[in-house]
């Protein structure tokens, strides 16, 4: 678990949403509900979002629309959330919107849940079980390495899912968070 400055707790406003960002497999969407429900707040997860506009799996989606156009769909989604008082889980590559980060970074912390490389590999099992997003000639170590510091980047903070279960993970963003 790493973060800048554990001795003060982000302050959250009744308008604040909470992001969580990571690769596939990083515990998004399972510390998203947990959160949610920890802070009595409401849960949304970007890829559901996604899949409910165009009214297709995020598998269908990314074969019909194309990597770039369905990049380019995720972004919009995303950069366009208006919500308060949510935790938001978000696809895995979201991080390549710019104006998506923006968004997030203005509706409050960003999240990055870290997980090792090997542990990634391991998690994302079969790609085919699951829509991943990965750019031609890519292999996914390639991927990971592209991605993990955009995570960097546009988080405030991380914390290292491989090594903590959801409890002890939940335990340390409701205390990073100051609840």
Not at 22 to 36: I, V, Y
Not at 145 to 165: I, K, M, N, V
Request: net charge negative.
């Amino acid at each position: 678990m790493s973060f800048p400055d554990s001795t003060h707790p982000f302050v959250l406003s009744e308008s604040s949403c909470v992001s969580l960002v990571g690769m596939a497999g990083s515990g998004k969407s399972t510390l998203g509900k947990l959160l949610a429900q920890a802070m009595g707040w409401a849960h949304v997860d970007t890829d559901q979002l996604l899949e409910a506009f165009y009214g297709a799996p995020l598998s269908e989606l990314l074969k019909t629309l194309g990597l770039e156009r369905f990049l380019e769909a995720e972004g919009r989604i995303a950069a366009g959330v208006k919500l308060n008082r949510s935790v938001i889980s978000t696809g895995g590559s979201v991080v390549y919107s710019s104006d998506a980060v923006h968004r997030l970074r203005l509706l409050g912390p960003v999240v990055y849940l870290e997980i090792p490389k090997d542990v990634f590999l391991q998690r994302l099992g079969d790609e085919g079980q699951r829509a991943f997003v990965r750019p031609p000639g890519m292999s996914l170590e390639e991927v990971y390495d592209q991605r993990a510091p955009l995570y960097e980047r546009a988080a405030d903070f991380s914390l290292d899912t491989a090594s903590a279960g959801p409890e002890a993970s939940l335990e340390f963003l409701l205390e990073r968070l100051g609840r």
